[in-house]
């Protein structure tokens, strides 16, 4: 398996734009996460999926971001309209099939360093 | 007050030493994660662990659930094992992981 795939790896981009985060799992990993990881903030959970579906979205900024996964295999992460402050790495991860707690690995992606000027 | 606290926030070694980062955690978890970033930015999850030690190769990691704390370890550092390494915890079956602010490891030839 490939592994996590993220893209794009490096984004640079207006204050004011959209922008669209992607990520692809490890296949039959069937919970999803993405984390933002910045200087002031360490890595913190944005939202994650369980078989699809948002279980936890608290970590979700403000109405600017929004993440959907439409299918086991894709995740997006968006936001409209972008600003300076939301410079970050952001990270995907999957990890595999729970059992009564889900403590499983996680398998990273390799992130995507934005950059909103 | 952060509810992961690492230490120490910098370590610099020789290479050869035994190296040790700390990890202390304030709320009940059901796992913890050690994770390894280099400096390229890719994040490998080491070690998850509910009790007792871990091993893999020259690092171990070991947790007491009574006191909260857990450590990792490294035996005969070498450069390479220079990066950020990463204390996380996970709640309940919730799967989110809340993250210290990690221990950046520089080891020198």
């Known amino acids: 398996d490939a592994g996590v795939i993220q893209s794009p790896r490096h984004e640079v981009t207006e204050m004011g734009q959209e922008v669209t985060l992607r990520c692809k799992p490890i296949?039959?990993?069937?919970?999803l996460f993405w984390y933002r990881q910045t200087m002031m903030r360490g890595l913190e959970l944005l939202i994650y999926f369980n078989n699809n579906v948002p279980i936890d979205d608290s970590g979700m900024p403000e109405d600017r971001f929004s993440a959907k996964m439409p299918n086991a295999s894709f995740s997006t992460l968006k936001i409209q309209p972008s600003e300076p402050r939301d410079s970050a790495v952001y990270f995907c991860a999957s990890s595999f099939p729970t059992g009564l707690f889900n403590t499983g690995e996680l398998f990273f992606g390799e992130g995507s360093r934005l950059t909103v000027l | 007050k952060n509810e992961v606290e690492q230490s120490p926030q910098n370590l610099t070694a020789q290479e050869g030493e035994f190296i040790t980062i700390n990890c202390s955690y304030s709320v009940g978890i059901s796992a913890l994660h050690w994770l390894q970033q280099h400096p390229g930015g890719g994040i490998v999850s080491l070690f998850m662990?509910?009790?007792g030690k871990k091993k893999h190769g020259r690092l171990i990691a070991t947790i007491n659930i009574q006191e909260k704390h857990s450590s990792l370890h490294i035996t005969a550092s070498h450069p390479r094992d220079s990066a950020v390494y990463i204390c996380?915890?996970?709640?309940?079956?919730?799967?989110?992981?809340?993250f210290g602010k990690g221990t950046k490891l520089s080891v020198k030839p």
């Open positions: 296949s039959g990993h069937d919970y």
């Open positions: 662990l509910s009790s």
């Open positions: 996380a915890v996970s709640r309940g079956s919730q799967g989110n992981l809340i």
